[in-house]
């Protein structure tokens, strides 16, 4: 079974091609990536919730959702773990003040309208619709007749039965092209001329208009002190699982996901061998008969440093175990798998990549992209 290692946690492809129809992307690797460190983190803090021994009882989210057993562990490990001091007046007054366009009521403006449809699809019934918008307009101009009454004759909006009134309306309420039209007019005016939408020929009067006024800092002090002390919790809850995976990485392979989900502790061979003397002490005889040549360089290399083959070694492993990316850990994790002594496998994996040169590729013929 194939595996992966991402954040200190052994993953199975099984599992890890699920995780990946979760999590869409501009590429498949970014989705790989993204559905590795999801299942990592998830892993680290069931493990976490474990070690504290804590429960947590599911609950619902405000759209009547359930949350799933590992998901309330998850959270109850974040809530105890994670603690954030409340921000003071101070912090939230320099929020008010840096940001006063955010603590203001909406403008709003309260407009009529009469609809004329065009009675077909071509051109000709478009003019037609918009010459009696026009015509209206020239009515309402002349002042023989209120824009209510001629909305209620007219319209061929449902707003026709109120005179036309669309009621109080703020910025993003009606189609761009109606509202833009109404923000530049004043209130009592009558559009000059028929406004286009997709509904058919718009004539628009503007009502009344009020502007927004400024919020008092007391009316939204809780709103920022919330949104403060969520921006913060958000913050150091990433670092606190940041951290987890730090911890992780620096063990090796600390946990192991199984193809069904589960968490154990990391693979024995993996976790242990770092400070197995007895695996260095095996692995001269053992690479005389399987890789003479990797021998060679290892007690060349021991010499030059002058210092034992087992100590070498030892070095050598806890300087993979510092620097290794989680791709490293991945190759080590297949050279390990199906070997019949795992640890000696390990660090002749470890010791190859320290010792033998990579091996130089040579293109003779260069293709050029026209």
Request: aromatic share 4%; glycine share 6%.
């Amino acid at each position: 079974m194939r595996a992966i290692v991402v954040d200190g946690v052994e993953i199975p492809e099984s599992l890890l091609a699920q995780e990946v129809q979760n999590h869409p992307a501009a590429s498949a690797a970014e989705a790989r990536a993204a559905a590795g460190h999801a299942l990592a983190i998830r892993a680290l803090l069931l493990q976490k919730a474990r070690e504290l021994g804590l429960a947590a009882e599911p609950e619902f989210d405000s759209a009547g959702r359930e949350e799933t057993a590992e998901e309330a562990l998850v959270r109850a490990v974040l809530d105890q773990e994670v603690e954030v001091a409340p921000p003071t007046e101070a912090e939230c007054r320099r929020v008010y003040e840096a940001e006063r366009a955010r603590f203001r009521t909406p403008a709003l403006y309260e407009a009529s309208h009469i609809l004329v449809e065009a009675r077909g699809a071509d051109e000709a019934a478009l003019a037609v619709a918009r010459a009696t918008a026009a015509r209206l307009i020239e009515i309402l101009n002349a002042g023989g007749r209120s824009f209510a009454d001629l909305a209620r004759e007219a319209s061929d909006c449902s707003s026709a039965a109120m005179g036309g009134s669309l009621g109080q309306l703020k910025a993003g309420d009606l189609v761009p092209e109606v509202e833009d039209v109404l923000t530049a007019m004043q209130p009592g005016e009558v559009a000059p001329e028929p406004v286009l939408s997709r509904f058919g020929w718009h004539v628009l009067k503007l009502d009344r208009r009020v502007e927004g006024r400024d919020l008092p800092f007391e009316l939204v002090h809780e709103r920022i002190a919330l949104h403060l002390e969520s921006r913060a919790w958000t913050a150091a809850a990433a670092r606190y699982v940041a951290d987890l995976a730090a911890q992780a990485r620096s063990q090796g392979v600390a946990l192991t996901l199984t193809p069904e989900g589960g968490v154990r502790n990391g693979s024995a061979t993996l976790g242990d061998f770092l400070g197995d003397l007895g695996a260095a002490q095996r692995l001269e005889p053992w690479l005389e008969s399987v890789d003479a040549d990797l021998l060679r360089r290892l007690r060349h290399a021991a010499a030059s440093a002058e210092t034992p083959v087992g100590d070498f070694v030892q070095a050598a492993m806890a300087e993979f175990v510092a620097d290794a990316s989680d791709e490293r850990w991945t190759n080590l994790i297949s050279a390990a798998r199906d070997a019949e002594d795992p640890a000696l496998a390990c660090l002749a994996a470890v010791l190859r990549s320290k010792l033998v040169p990579a091996k130089q590729t040579f293109t003779l013929i260069r293709r050029v992209q026209s």
